[in-house]
Nanobody, 114 residues
Framework: QVQLVESGGGLVQPGGSLRRSCEASGNISRLYFMRWYRQAPGKEREWVASIADGGRTNYADSEKGRFTISRGNAKNTLYLQMNSLKPEDTAVYYC????????WGQGTQVTVSS
């Protein structure tokens, strides 16, 4: 069983920055892939970025150059640094991993508005 606990959401003005965190706990050794997803109002949940255990990263096209996914020294902590935020980045953001089963964080609202 894996628990994913997120933090770091909130309200930010367009052009601003925000850092999301996700900490995994439970009877786990090492999580190979960790990902961020988001779901905007009225839209389906979409993939944002992923990072493998070795540090290889991938991003959705709309986030390239603005968002940075990383992992903490403990390796089971996940971060998403979001820069140059736009109103269309407004969504509930979720961290995700697969460890036998698919696990999701509780989701945290990020609102980009002036």
């Amino acid at each position: 069983q894996v628990q994913l606990v997120e933090s770091g959401g909130g309200l930010v003005q367009p052009g601003g920055s925000l850092r999301r965190s996700c900490e995994a706990s439970g009877n786990i050794s090492r999580l190979y892939f960790m990902r961020w997803y988001r779901q905007a109002p009225g839209k389906e949940r979409e993939w944002v970025a992923s990072i493998a255990d070795g540090g290889r990263t991938n991003y959705a096209d709309s986030e390239k150059g603005r968002f940075t996914i990383s992992r903490g020294n403990a390796k089971n902590t996940l971060y998403l640094q979001m820069n140059s935020l736009k109103p269309e980045d407004t969504a509930v953001y979720y961290c995700n991993t697969i460890y036998g089963s698919i696990y999701w964080g509780q989701g945290t609202q990020v609102t980009v508005s002036s």
